[in-house]
């Protein structure tokens, strides 16, 4: 098991106390998603892969709109999260386990949207990895079809490579719970160090590790283009309200 299935298989209890409410959350990044999609022409019936769809939080609430969606991860622990999630909330996803780079070992059909969100590309730390991964990923995407993924702005934080990030705390009339991370860099390599902090009846602290490889908006704009896209458009925050920024690819 690679650092990153231990990565997410401990964080699939955790993952949810990143947010202040995650059932909240799932919501609100849904109408974010679904006014992406629909300026690019889709409808909410459209078929819809999320291959690193972690605990659900972008496949439960987008289901919940009416998307077809489909959902894959390389952790089992967080699919069998996201499974009871979905149960939960009373939507049907189809849940299959896949590593990106591989898709068509699990899925032949190919859909019309396929999203990665959350930071999920820069897990693969060489250029050879990332480039099989959007192959894989553009193979699973129709003609006419796109494929969407969130990273964080490496163009500015390798200016400066941060040793951390800035802390969320969500505060409730019992507990207040903190989370951070530390990020120890090597060239454009960094060690992610998650910590979540919660300070109720009992003091808890848990620590999670994984490595990310930073990757410049060039870089991946051509390896887009490389993987067989034949547009690659760009949103900020500022135009989507979304948390990161996002990358689109027309094929």
Known sequence: MNIVQTFYDGMASSYD???KDWNE???KQAIILDRLFRSLGFERRSSLLD???GIGTQAVGLAELGYSVTASDFSREELSEAEKRAAERGVRIRFE???FRLLEDVFQENFDIVIAMDNALPHMLSEEDLEKALKSMACRVRMGGIFMASIRDYDRLLVDKPPYSAPYIHA???EKRISFQTWDWSEDHYRLTQY???DGPSLKISKFDSEYRAVKREDLTRLLYKAGFSRVIWKFPEET???QPIVIGIR
Do not use: G, N, P, V
């Open 25 to 27: 959350e799932t919501r």
């Open 51 to 53: 291959c690193a769809c």
């Open 172 to 174: 409730s009339e019992t």
């Open 97 to 99: 386990w896949a590593d």
């Open 17 to 19: 106390k990143l947010f």
């Open 241 to 243: 309200d979304f948390y």
């Open 196 to 198: 979540i902090i919660e």
